[in-house]
């Protein structure tokens, strides 16, 4: 029996974001006697995914984090990485930052390389300019370029690569519909777990950062809060920012209202005790979270940062942010007593084109060919 081919996907971390998350999603639905995945990421900490990935036959590597001092160490680790691994037929880059580096080493080793744009902002100030200008050769390098939306593949690639059918696509951030899809049973276990049978939940899922709007959405629930005392916020996801957010929980006297449940392998459960979705983000490449909201069949409140791309079903209302708190709030109260039709908006997101299985085999169509 022939060996399956391998692609190496290059990553930040595998924790429970949204690249990480779409590229899981297409792990667990590939044929993995035809087709393994493995991944180099730049961080050593225990990461969500590990032990699903070993699990599945995937190996993970350590490329180390990259600054202007150890750019030599970073390219001879890639060096040799490439070297030991002539089975990486493709390598599909997710990490812009330094992948005008590791995609010319890949290119010049002859792999086919594959670049994915997931976002369209990464940082900002000096460390976003220097991200910017490091991401623009990456046009000049890819074979196959990759974007969750217009937007997304606009601002990575520009608009030559875009036009171009035959190196461009975007690729929905699809997801399991049917894990999404809501169950009483699921309602029924995460509420009996945090003590919610009573309560309204106003739900959230995403990483602690600053895109989410983190603060904001402690703001806006504030407000509900006032109007509504028997509303609680269940907000699912980990990050840089956590130590900051408990601590503004605590100054704004919301303990007791507000329940942090951090990276969850079970993430499809919490939607089907959500009664609302909330997701203010100050920018998206296109907002994994929300198609998930949208499969579950929950009233969704974005705000106009958010992609058109991911809205989908008749139950989301955008909001511009500038709207504030007092704003946002007194809209999402009116949301907690509107009945939605949960089974109309699954269907609605099959048919938008946001089933992973779809997806999953367009990919694997993808890497098959290149494996030389």
Known sequence: MEKPVRVVHVLGALHRGGAETFVMNVYRHIDRTRLQFDFIIHTDENCSYRKEIEEMGGRIYLAGRFSLKNALVYQKTWKRLLAEHPEWAVVHGHVRSTACIYMKMAKKNGRTVIAHSHSISNGRGMNGLIKDLMQYPVRYIADYFFACSENAGKWMFGERVVRNPMQYKVIKNAIDV???????????????????????????????????????????????????????????????????????????????????????????????????????SKWEGLGISLIEAQAAGLPCFVSEKVPLEAVICKDVKVMRLELGCAGWGEEIVKGLHVLPDRDRAYKDVVAAGYDIKETALYLQDVYLAEQG
């Open 178 to 280: 049917d894990a999404f899809r809501y169950h009483t049973g699921y309602e029924t276990e995460i509420k009996k777990e945090f003590h919610l049978e009573d309560k309204k939940v106003i739900g959230t899922v995403g990483r602690l950062c600053d895109a989410k709007n983190p603060f904001f959405i402690l703001d806006v629930f504030r407000e509900v809060h006032k109007r509504e005392n028997n509303t609680v916020l269940l907000w699912g996801g980990d990050g840089e920012l956590r130590e900051q957010i408990e601590s503004a929980v605590e100054k704004r006297g919301l303990q007791s209202a507000v329940r942090m449940v951090g990276s969850v392998r079970d993430v499809h459960k919490l939607y089907s005790a959500f009664d609302v979705f909330m997701f203010p």
